[in-house]
T-cell receptor, first 114, second 115 residues
Framework: AQSVSQHNHHVILSEAASLELGCNYSYGGTVNLFWYVQYPGQHLQLLLKYFSGDPLVKGIKGFEAEFIKSKFSFNLRKPSVQWSDTAEYFCAVNANTGGFKTIFGAGTRLFVKA | EAGVTQFPSHSVIEKGQTVTLRCDPISGHDNLYWYRRVMGKEIKFLLHFVKESKQDESGMPNNRFLAERTGGTYSTLKVQPAELEDSGVYFC?????????????FGPGTRLTVL
């Protein structure tokens, strides 16, 4: 069965610190990979996605993620976080053999101290 | 272009009552998905419609949950009778059917509280 594992449930950083959130998935076939973000009081928004091509994906607000197929990983990075990045981040995967239902990780709550 | 909308945004009901959640997908999106997040847990898939047909309902918890998508437009998810463990946030998402383009757009969710 497909699964997504996020390494950290809670992360606390100071502004300007670098961020890396780990994500590993379990699935042997061709997958689509996503990072979603949910800011306090808001709904899920897509940060970035990987379907094919360049494994280094750039998203909104300075975020990027790298797909490493051999490690089944899709880690999210940002060189310098801001207070406004405080949110919950979800790694997710879907695939055509699964009808494109999306499997989510448990989420990582990021708190950025001003 | 309007996004995915859900109604109501919040619902508080008592155990044993019935609640119906509604989702309006983005116009032209054939795929419609329901997900649920129970407090403190991950977001879990419930079911998938392609137009008016149920493609996959493997995530539906039990037969107290009934989803419909008459006419292939909006969808409803009815919980009858509701139990305490049904509390959570119910998300709807939609996507186009074009092969190779499978981003799902999520609605704001309905927060259901069963007392």
């Amino acid at each position: 069965a497909q699964s997504v594992s996020q390494h950290n449930h809670h992360v606390i950083l100071s502004e300007a610190a670098s961020l890396e959130l780990g994500c590993n998935y379990s699935y042997g076939g061709t997958v689509n990979l996503f990072w979603y973000v949910q800011y306090p009081g808001q709904h899920l928004q897509l940060l970035l996605k990987y379907f094919s091509g360049d494994p280094l994906v750039k998203g909104i607000k300075g975020f990027e993620a790298e797909f490493i197929k051999s490690k089944f990983s899709f880690n999210l990075r940002k060189p310098s976080v801001q207070w406004s990045d405080t949110a919950e981040y979800f790694c997710a995967v879907n695939a055509n053999t699964g009808g494109f239902k999306t499997i989510f990780g448990a989420g990582t709550r990021l708190f950025v101290k001003a | 272009e309007a996004g995915v909308t859900q109604f109501p945004s919040h619902s508080v009901i008592e155990k044993g009552q019935t609640v119906t959640l509604r989702c309006d997908p983005i116009s032209g999106h054939d795929n419609l998905y329901w997900y649920r997040r129970v407090m403190g847990k991950e977001i879990k898939f419930l079911l998938h419609f392609v137009k008016e047909s149920k493609q996959d309902e493997s995530g539906m918890p039990n037969n107290r949950f009934l989803a419909e998508r008459t006419g292939g437009t909006y969808s409803t998810l009815k919980v009858q009778p509701a139990e305490l463990e049904d509390s959570g946030v119910y998300f709807c998402a939609s996507s186009q059917a074009r092969p190779g383009f499978h981003e799902q757009f999520f609605g704001p969710g309905t927060r259901l509280t069963v007392l």
